[in-house]
Every structure is written in structure tokens, then in C-alpha cells.
């Protein structure tokens, strides 16, 4: 089946670890986004990449990292410089640029708690 | 950056009623899409609709860039309906960078 995997479902962090959250994607597509959602809130972006080995910030991407080495791939390390991290992550992927009348799809996201 | 604004932020429906909810968004777009998310956080894309009207089913929408909004409309509307209506605009001065609004959260009762 192709589409968007994120793993793990949900994730459990002791304050101070940096944690990862995977994503990955076999539609062939060349964007990938990464989101992070507050509850009663909507989706803000964090980073995004348009192509491999390149990536831009989003509007919250402090206390987060990314690398996109593969273009099926576009891991988030969620660091322990990241004040308030436990919120549900969603990763997107779109076929070419958002800016090219694209849509975005989205895998089921990870839910992460900070203990 | 592009602002987006979503009403009513709460909507309570019996099955069998219409209902339309609205995105107004600052800057020209030139991308705009609606989301579902489902009680168990997956988004459902619904429509890319950055001007014009678009219809699947029950759902259709309406985008009138000039005027800087989109509506989304439910007819008929059923349990299945429930959950949170996300647009979601990409602004033409800021290629690539997608804003959400805080969505309207539907409950349609039996």
C-alpha cells in the first residue's frame, strides 16, 4: 500500500532525553512536512523539506531537528532544549512544493508525552 | 506570515441538517486545502480548492480568492461528519509554508 507511515504511535520521554520520531513515506513524493498539534489547536509547522539533503524551519523549529538523507525519509529529533514537547506530530508528504498547487497528505501522526 | 481564520470554533448539529463554515485568510493564496481529522487524529483531505467550487457528495466548497475566503459546506449531515474541519493556506508571498487554522470542531448529534 503506498502512503505515510510515523512510528512509533505513541512515545513516552523522560525530561532531558532527545527523542526521534520516524516518517516515511513510498508515494515518490519530494516534499515533507513536519506539524506539531496542542489539543483544542491547530497544526503548526516545524520543518519542512522540498528536496533531499535540504530543509527549511518552520515557524516553531526551535528545540526540534531534522534530516531528510533519503527522499522516503524525514526523521524529527525532538531535543531536550524543546521547553514544552508533549503534543501529537504529524508528518506530511506532497508531490512537488506546496507553491506548485499541491496537496499535502498526512500520515497518523505520533503522540508524544513528556514524564 | 499569512493568517487564518476559522468560524464558528465549535458547531453542534442533528443528522439530517446542512451547515457551512468558513476560512478567512489575510494574504492571496495559491494553495488552500480542507482537512477532516478524525477522533483518532488521522487528516482527511477533503479539497484542494484555491478558487472556485468544488463537489464530492455531500461536501462541496467554495473559495473566492479576491475576496480572501473559503466555506465549506455539509448537507445531510451524518454521525460520521463529527470531528475537526482544518483549511489550510499557502500564502503566494511565502511559497511552500502551510497555515493552519484552529478549526471548527463539529458534533453531529444522532
Known amino acids: 500500500d503506498g502512503g505515510i507511515t510515523q512510528s512509533p504511535k505513541y512515545l513516552f520521554r523522560k525530561e532531558g532525553q532527545n527523542v526521534t520520531l520516524s516518517c516515511e513515506q513510498n508515494l515518490n513524493h519530494d516534499a515533507m512536512y513536519w506539524y506539531r498539534q496542542d489539543p483544542g489547536q491547530g497544526l503548526r509547522l516545524i520543518y519542512y523539506s522540498q528536496i533531499v539533503n535540504d530543509f527549511q524551519k518552520g515557524d516553531i523549529a526551535e528545540g526540534y531537528s531534522v534530516s531528510r538523507e533519503k527522499k522516503e525519509s524525514f526523521p524529527l529529533t525532538v531535543t531536550s532544549a524543546q521547553k514544552n514537547p508533549t503534543a501529537f506530530y504529524l508528518c506530511?508528504?506532497?508531490?512537488?512544493?506546496?507553491?506548485?498547487?499541491?496537496?499535502?497528505?498526512f500520515g497518523p501522526g505520533t503522540r508524544l508525552t513528556v514524564l | 506570515g499569512i493568517q487564518v481564520e476559522q468560524s464558528p470554533p465549535d458547531l453542534i448539529l442533528q443528522e439530517g441538517a446542512n451547515s457551512t463554515l468558513r476560512c478567512n485568510f489575510s494574504?492571496?493564496?495559491?494553495?488552500l486545502q480542507w482537512f477532516h481529522q478524525n477522533p483518532w487524529g488521522q487528516l482527511i483531505n477533503l479539497f484542494y480548492?484555491?478558487?472556485g467550487t468544488k463537489q464530492n457528495g455531500r461536501l462541496s466548497a467554495t473559495t473566492v480568492a479576491t475576496e480572501r475566503y473559503s466555506l465549506l459546506y455539509i448537507s445531510s449531515s451524518q454521525t460520521t461528519d463529527s470531528g475537526v474541519y482544518f483549511c489550510?493556506?499557502?500564502?503566494?508571498?511565502?511559497?511552500?509554508?502551510?497555515?493552519f487554522g484552529d478549526g471548527t470542531t463539529l458534533t453531529v448529534k444522532p
Open positions: 494574504d492571496s493564496v495559491n494553495n
Open positions: 489550510a493556506a499557502v500564502s503566494n508571498t511565502n511559497a511552500g509554508k502551510s497555515t
Open positions: 480548492i484555491p478558487s
Open positions: 506530511a508528504s506532497s508531490m512537488r512544493g506546496l507553491a506548485d498547487t499541491d496537496t499535502q497528505y
